[in-house]
C-alpha cells in the first residue's frame, strides 16, 4: 500500500514537472517567435528606408554648373569637373543644386540676386555643356550634330502681382564664336545668340529660336549678334503643369528637332537653321530664371539629363 501512494505520489509530482516545462518551453517559443517577428518588421523597416533613397540618373563629367551666388571676383560662381563631381558636399552651391533623395532628382534652385552673367539681368542656377571637362573652347557645330534628352518638372515657382506663374528656361542651345571669328568681327568675347530657348511658361512648354533678318546675309555678316532676332515662338498642346515630362532636343545639319514626351513634335528646318551652321554651339539645362520679381523663386527638378554627339 505505502509503496502505491509513492508511486501515485511520484505520478503527479512527474506530470506537474512536465506541464512546468511544457510551459516555460512555450513561454520561451512564444518569445522567440515574438522576437522574430519585430526582427522582420525592422528589417523590412529598413529594406523600405532604403528603397525610398534615390539617385539621379545624371552623369556631371561634362558639365560645368553657374550659381546665383558671385565668387570673390564679384563674378557668378562656377563649378567645373571634376569638382562639380562632389557638389553636394561643396558649402556654397547646397542651397542652389542639391539632390533631394526622395524623387531621385537634382534641384536646381534660383532667385533674383547681383549675381548676373554678362550680358543678362536674370539669375540662373544652370548647367553648360563642355565637351572637354574644364574647356569652353571645344564645343560642335549642327553639321556634327547632337542630342540632348531630359526628364524634369517644376517643384516649385512662384507668382508675379498677376497671379501668373513666373518663366523658366530649362533647356537651352547657346551659339559661341571661335575665337578666330570673335576677332574677325572685333568682339571682346566669344558670345553669339542662343538658337534655342525652352521655357516652361505657365505650365506649358514654350520653344523660341532665332531667323536672320536678311536671308541673303552671308560669311561674316551671319556672325554679328544684331544680324539674328527672335521667331514667334511656338507652344506645345499639352500642358506639362507641375507632373514629370520628357523633353528631347535633336540637332543635324541645317535642322533641330524638338520632342516633348514622345508624343509632340516641332521641326526647324529652314534657311535659318541651315545659316546658323557657321556657329559653334553647346548645350544648357537647368533653371534659368526669367524675372528680378522681389521675393521670386524657382526650383526644378531633373531626374535624368543625357548628351550625345
Known amino acids: 500500500m505505502k509503496n502505491f501512494r509513492k508511486d501515485i505520489l511520484f505520478s503527479i509530482v512527474l506530470i506537474v514537472f512536465l506541464s512546468v516545462n511544457a510551459t516555460s518551453q512555450n513561454k520561451k517559443s512564444s518569445v522567440t517567435d515574438s522576437e522574430t517577428k519585430i526582427e522582420k518588421r525592422d528589417k523590412k523597416k529598413r529594406k523600405k528606408k532604403r528603397k525610398k533613397v534615390k539617385l539621379p540618373d545624371i552623369d556631371l563629367s561634362h558639365w560645368k554648373v553657374t550659381l546665383p551666388i558671385t565668387n570673390d571676383e564679384g563674378k557668378p560662381l562656377e563649378i567645373s569637373p571634376p569638382e562639380i563631381l562632389d557638389f553636394a558636399n561643396i558649402e556654397e552651391a547646397k542651397p542652389y543644386m542639391y539632390i533631394d533623395s526622395t524623387k531621385g532628382a537634382i534641384v536646381f534652385h534660383a532667385m533674383p540676386t547681383e549675381s548676373k552673367t554678362k550680358n543678362t ?27 540632348m534628352k531630359g526628364k524634369i518638372a517644376i517643384d516649385e515657382v512662384s507668382k508675379d502681382k498677376n497671379g501668373k506663374y513666373h518663366r523658366i528656361i530649362i533647356m537651352q542651345i547657346h551659339g559661341r ?37 536678311n536671308l ?24 506639362v503643369g507641375f507632373g514629370k515630362f520628357t523633353l528631347e532636343v535633336k540637332v543635324s545639319e541645317g535642322k533641330m528637332v524638338i520632342v516633348l514626351n514622345n508624343t509632340e513634335y516641332k521641326v526647324y528646318e529652314s534657311i535659318h537653321m541651315k545659316k546658323w551652321g557657321i556657329f559653334e554651339n553647346y548645350f544648357k539645362a537647368g533653371n534659368y530664371f526669367q524675372t528680378r520679381d522681389e521675393g521670386a523663386y524657382a526650383k526644378v527638378r531633373f531626374y535624368e539629363l543625357e548628351v550625345s554627339h
Open 121 to 147: 539681368k536674370y539669375t540662373r542656377s544652370e548647367l553648360r555643356e563642355q565637351m572637354v571637362p574644364g574647356d569652353n573652347n571645344v564645343n560642335w557645330t549642327f553639321e556634327q550634330g547632337g542630342t
Open 177 to 213: 564664336l571661335t575665337n578666330e571669328q570673335r576677332d574677325l568681327i572685333g568682339e571682346d568675347d566669344n558670345n553669339a545668340p542662343p538658337i534655342l530657348k525652352i521655357y516652361w511658361d505657365d505650365g506649358k512648354i514654350r520653344v523660341k529660336t532665332k531667323v536672320l533678318k
Open 216 to 239: 541673303n546675309a552671308t560669311g561674316d555678316e551671319l556672325l554679328h549678334e544684331d544680324a539674328w532676332d527672335n521667331d514667334e515662338g511656338f507652344n506645345f498642346e499639352q500642358k
